[in-house]
């Protein structure tokens, strides 16, 4: 007698009912989107106010003599991040 061939084999194994296909007709729904997530880092949150605003001045944006505000975004970023706020 000859061993059964190959698509024999395979379509046996595939009628099993261990290897039966599991049809789902209601996936889990998917979370909402809820926008952009800010950092709560107050550290963090300021460190990217100052990287925009520095990227911003090589683009030609001109604060005048509010400059040395972005000083002093840099210099409470540096605080914050190194006290862990």
């Not at 001109?62 to 840099?74: E, K, M, Q, T």
């Amino acid at each position: 007698m000859l061993p059964p061939s190959w698509r024999q084999l395979q379509a046996s194994s595939l009628r099993s009912p261990e290897t039966e296909p599991v049809l789902d007709c209601h996936p889990a729904p998917r979370p909402k989107y809820c926008g952009m997530k800010l950092t709560k880092n107050i550290g963090m949150l300021l460190l990217a106010i100052y990287l925009i605003l520095d990227g911003l001045l090589g683009f030609g944006l001109n604060l005048g003599p509010f400059v040395f505000l972005l000083y002093i975004v840099a210099l409470a970023a540096g605080i914050f991040i190194l006290i862990g706020k």
